[in-house]
């Protein structure tokens, strides 16, 4: 049994072998663009909604569909570029 201070690493995430590197695909242009897709969302939504209005339930389910719907494109990305194992 594990104890409480050492955090048991699925085996997925291990190196095959002992002196295997772990791959990635986390490279810098990917988190550049990351980033800069984040800031660049962070900023469309304080442009498009600083004048303060009562938000209707339309505009909520519209912004709610527009915020989930961008991680799951992510993930559908991920997944037909990089496989079921990295997109899962």
Do not use: K, N
């Not at 984040?38 to 569909?65: C, I, K, Q, Y």
């Amino acid at each position: 049994m594990p104890s409480v201070l050492s955090p048991v690493v699925p085996p997925a995430t291990l190196p095959a072998e002992p002196g295997a590197a772990v791959s990635s695909i986390g490279t810098p242009t990917l988190w550049a663009v990351s980033l800069g897709a984040v800031a660049a969302l962070v900023l469309l939504d304080f442009l498009l909604t600083r004048r303060p209005h009562e938000v209707s339930m339309r505009e909520a389910l519209g912004w709610s569909a527009f915020y989930v719907a961008l991680p799951v494109a992510f993930g559908g990305w991920l997944w037909s570029q990089h496989g079921t194992t990295v997109g899962v």
